[in-house]
Nanobody
Framework: QVQLVESGGGLVQAGGSLRLSCTASKLTFSKYAMAWFRQAPGKEREFVAK???????TRYTDSVKGRFIISRDNATNTYLQMNALKPEDTAVYFC?????????????WGKGTLVTVSS
């Protein structure tokens, strides 16, 4: 069974930065596109960013463009560098394995890590 474990969440002041990490196991990592989603209190889960298996292509939702950077290494890790954080970025952030890069359909989910941005 594929496992995704997120880490790096926490409390940060507006304008600050956090780096989220996601470690995958039991997965041929380089074959799969990876993504980050988030779910704010009382809202639906939404797409944040994705990266192709070879790390050549990335895509972001408009609200995080220029502030967040998704990356991955050659091992099993996917990262989300979050800069210039805003209170509206407060959410549980989920790592996900996509069915393929051209979609946001998810094969596997992590359990999430909470990010709280104070004003």
């Amino acid at each position: 069974q594929v496992q995704l474990v997120e880490s790096g969440g926490g409390l940060v002041q507006a304008g600050g930065s956090l780096r989220l990490s996601c470690t995958a196991s039991k997965l041929t990592f380089s074959k799969y596109a990876m993504a980050w989603f988030r779910q704010a209190p009382g809202k639906e889960r939404e797409f944040v960013a994705k990266i192709s298996g070879a790390a050549v292509n990335t895509r972001y939702t408009d609200s995080v463009k220029g502030r967040f950077i998704i990356s991955r290494d050659n091992a099993t890790n996917t990262y989300l560098q979050m800069n210039a954080l805003k209170p509206e970025d407060t959410a549980v952030y989920f790592c996900a394995v996509l069915k393929w890069y051209g979609t946001t359909d998810v094969q596997f989910w992590g359990k999430g890590t909470l990010v709280t941005v104070s004003s």
